[in-house]
């Protein structure tokens, strides 16, 4: 069956930021190729299809899927969105994919469904420094960081030069199946 599910995130960014959500994410899956439950799918934007990998490893794009553990997986993004409302910074995802019921592999009494009975996601984003771009720093833009719903909330982000506040994200992603 072909189904889908909505992943919105929202942060709170100051006056300081400059902010760019990023088009990549992370997903948990239950992915029905390798028949395993709970399995981290890496997911971009206009690829054609996820990477399925095990959840103790994270993903670069670049790795080559002949390392152990991985496989394509038949789930894609088919939404991408983001929007600016007075300091709130939203990134609204749909994920695409097809599924069927299945017994994990490894653990026969686990079952494989629609929405996983965790459900977890990281998304990516940047944020640079405009205190310390102001002040005549070459790299103020720092590295790409993420957020992942299994975080303790509220998370802070603040620059690792000066110090600034720079985003807040008061709860985690949210994760629906929609119709």
Known sequence: MLSHVEVTARVTVSPAAH???SNRVEYSHDCFVCRRVG?????????TQGVC???RRQLEWQDDLDDA???????RITGFDTASD???????YRLSFW???FADLKRPGERGSEL???????VYYRVGCHTCRDSGVDDWVGEQKSLQSNMVWPVTSSCARC??????MSGPPEINLVG
Not at 39 to 47: E, M, W
Not at 86 to 92: I, N, Q
Not at 163 to 168: A, F, I, P
Request: glycine share 14%.
């Open 53 to 55: 990998h095990s959840s």
């Open 86 to 92: 007075g300091g709130v910074e939203t990134l609204r």
């Open 19 to 21: 902010f760019v959500w």
């Open 39 to 47: 399995r981290t799918v890496a997911l971009q934007h206009g690829a």
């Open 99 to 101: 599924w069927s019921p």
């Open 69 to 75: 553990g991985m496989h394509p997986a038949p789930i």
């Open 116 to 122: 996983g009975d965790k459900p977890w996601v990281r």
């Open 163 to 168: 110090g600034t506040e720079l985003v807040t």
